[in-house]
Nanobody, 128 residues
Framework: VQLQASGGGLVQPGGSLRLSCAVS????????MGWFRQAPGKEREFVAA????????YYADSVKGRFTFSRDAAKTTVYLQMNSLTPEDTATYYC??????????????????????WGQGTQVTVSS
């Protein structure tokens, strides 16, 4: 399975971007997906995730109400719609997959180590 993230770029504060993560090799059936980000000089942090079994989505407090996780009907691409962006959202964004096919509590999906497949990252810069 390969993950290809795209959609990053330069945007002004208050603007929007939509990131995409395309999966090749299989669909998202029984695969939970996550988005993480890493700002310069900081550790990678959880942004959003979707549990495969029930479609429940989880968000970091810092993005709740501004970011939305979705996927296409063909189950080959997931998206992260990012609105009301601030300079604090500047980071490299990564999509990741948990291919275990198992269900876990929400805290599981907020941890990097829960994912066994990662995309290459796409840069988001929020600046005027």
């Amino acid at each position: 399975v390969q993950l290809q993230a795209s959609g990053g770029g330069l945007v002004q504060p208050g603007g929007s971007l939509r990131l995409s993560c395309a999966v090749s090799g299989r669909t998202f059936d029984r695969v939970s997906m996550g988005w993480f980000r890493q700002a310069p000089g900081k550790e990678r942090e959880f942004v959003a995730a979707r549990r495969w079994s029930d479609g429940n989505t989880y968000y970091a407090d810092s993005v709740k109400g501004r970011f939305t996780f979705s996927r296409d009907a063909a189950k080959t691409t997931v998206y992260l719609q990012m609105n009301s962006l601030t300079p604090e959202d500047t980071a490299t964004y990564y999509c990741a997959a948990d291919r275990s096919g198992r269900n876990y509590i929400s805290s599981y999906y907020r941890r990097e180590g829960s994912y066994d497949n990662w995309g290459q990252g796409t840069q988001v810069t929020v600046s005027s």
